[in-house]
DNA sequence: CCTTGACTTGAAGCGCGGTTGAAGTCGCAG
DNA sequence: CTGCGACTTCAACCGCGCTTCAAGTCAAGG
């Protein structure tokens, strides 16, 4: 059974991240090589799809921090088990946001209004119901940035 | 028609932004003060719904800079008009990442892969269709992570 | 063996998106 | 009128996620 080990350049490659970006995923604890030839770093092919879920988890917006203690939970951590599903929850929720969002430049990008962003098609698909009179809502505690 | 003039503090209360972050905002031309009560801004009300469109959009990923580029667009922009429908492609992009995403941290949660990330499901999931033998594509010309 | 050049390390630097601090201004209650 | 404290500006700083640089190592080809 050939393991036709890589070297980072075909990582790097194969991936489209660059060499520093694996050096410093592996000093943060997401990936590791899987030996060395001399002093130059192998890797097993495993470690592509390792940096696909990365690449995904990044895009979603997920820290270094976070994905680390995803990649080096146990099953038997329940804690981290929680962690996940309420991820999976704040994924929810972006995911309403960001349909929202794309729904909304979708319209705006036909839509003729003086500053495009304030037409009110694009500001109630975003998610404001602006108040008929004025501002009737007394206070608004509103969504806390969440804090990636 | 009153239109009851906000102040800087009670913008940020409702929008959940720090003060210095709706200078920063000014600063960088998202948003507008109505005018000044001596030096003091204020604010109406509207800039709340552009304040949920702005935290909206970075919850998206989107610049500053970005951002402002819609902000300040005339409907005769159609090079804008452009940007958006591209930036509306590339949400479709991300929303099927981050449903992807969601869906493997849900099986993650409940599955008992050693790491827990590497469990096939999981994998398969977030999109990695791992060769059966080796790695038999000879080049993956990747996806060049979107410079957000 | 000797060169070459791709790799190695660690530290410093960068751009972004704000926050913090110092020093000053001023609306408003008393 | 006086004083308080919430606002103002500007510059410096911070954490993150890398990139870049300088200096060194070493596998492999000639």
Chains 1, 2 share one sequence.
Do not use: W
Not at 4 to 26: K, M, T
Not at 67 to 75: C, D, E, G, K, T
Request: aromatic share 4%; with cysteine; glycine share 6%.
């Amino acid at each position: 059974m050939d393991a036709p080990l890589l070297d980072i350049a075909e990582v790097a490659r194969r991936s489209g991240l660059a060499p520093s970006a694996l050096r410093y995923y592996e000093k943060r604890g997401l990936i590791t090589a899987d030996g060395r030839n001399g002093l130059r770093r192998t890797y097993r092919p495993g470690v592509l799809e390792r940096l696909t879920m990365i690449t995904c988890a990044r895009s979603a917006g997920l820290s270094i921090a976070e994905i680390h203690r995803f990649v080096v939970a146990r099953p038997s951590d329940a804690d981290l088990r929680a962690r996940m599903t309420a991820r999976a929850d704040d994924l929810d929720e972006q995911i309403g946001r960001l349909t929202r969002l794309r729904d909304s430049l979708r319209h705006a990008s036909v839509c003729a209004h003086e500053p495009i962003v304030d037409c009110p098609d694009f500001r109630r698909a975003v998610g404001n119901v602006p108040r008929e009179h004025g501002t009737a809502d007394a206070d608004t505690p509103p969504a806390p940035a969440p804090p990636v």
